[in-house]
T-cell receptor, first 116, second 117 residues
């Protein structure tokens, strides 16, 4: 079982909706990440948090808004998404706080998002 | 710029066969890390191994083994006596100089392995 828990596992939303994806880890890791993965593609880095501070934003559109309320939680707030944003959103944590996930990453099972 | 090439896109084997997944990388750094991840149908990426550039020793973990050869810039992964549960997408990844602020984990495109009973 993965030690990174993501909810919800599946989400369907309209383009005008506001929703949030949640991620939780209790391994004491101080680096947390959001990745986006389209079908049959490798994961693409979106955001990196290090010690609860946003350290990397890979030029992600503002309709995606990350939040790290504490060292165990990571949220991704979604607003006014487009159908092309439909993907698997993966959260990861790492014991190493290298800039962009240079240590071993522990991934959750992902939240599969469909935007209608 | 760093690059990871997984030339095989899909491999299908019968249970108990051995299978090797190839990974070739490019980097200008002398210090870097290589990784393999497994992504089963459930979706999560499972960390399998990390190898740093100074450690060319091959590694064996149960039915899994990894062959790292700097001379050919390859980090191949072999599954011995494959099982149906090995069916997944396997990603090779590279991270250059982790102390650099712009260091990044680069994934290959992944190999879909299907193991038939």
């Amino acid at each position: 079982d993965t030690e990174v828990t993501q909810t919800p596992k599946h989400l369907v939303m309209g383009m005008t909706n506001k929703k949030s994806l949640k991620c939780e880890q209790h391994m004491g890791h101080r680096a947390m990440y959001w990745y986006k993965q389209k079908a049959k593609k490798p994961p693409e880095l979106m955001f990196v948090y290090s010690y609860e501070k946003l350290s990397i934003n890979e030029s992600v559109p503002s309709r995606f808004s990350p939040e790290c309320p504490n060292s165990s939680l990571l949220n991704l707030h979604l607003h006014a998404l487009q159908p092309e944003d439909s993907a698997l959103y993966l959260c990861a944590s790492s014991p190493r706080t290298g800039a962009r996930g240079t240590g071993e990453l522990f991934f959750g099972e992902g939240s599969r998002l469909t935007v209608l | 710029a760093q690059k990871v090439t997984q030339a095989q896109t899909e491999i299908s084997v019968v249970e108990k066969e051995d299978v090797t997944l190839d990974c070739v990388y490019e980097t200008r750094d002398t210090t870097y890390y290589l990784f393999w991840y497994k992504q089963p149908p459930s979706g999560e990426l499972v960390f399998l191994i990390r190898r740093n550039s100074f450690d060319e020793q091959n590694e064996i973990s149960g039915r899994y083994s990894w062959n790292f050869q700097k001379s050919t810039s390859s980090f191949n992964f072999t599954i011995t006596a494959s099982q149906v549960v090995d069916s997944a997408v396997y990603f090779c990844a590279l991270s250059e100089a982790p102390w650099r602020a712009n260091s990044k984990l680069t994934f290959g495109k992944g190999i879909t392995l299907s193991v038939r009973p």
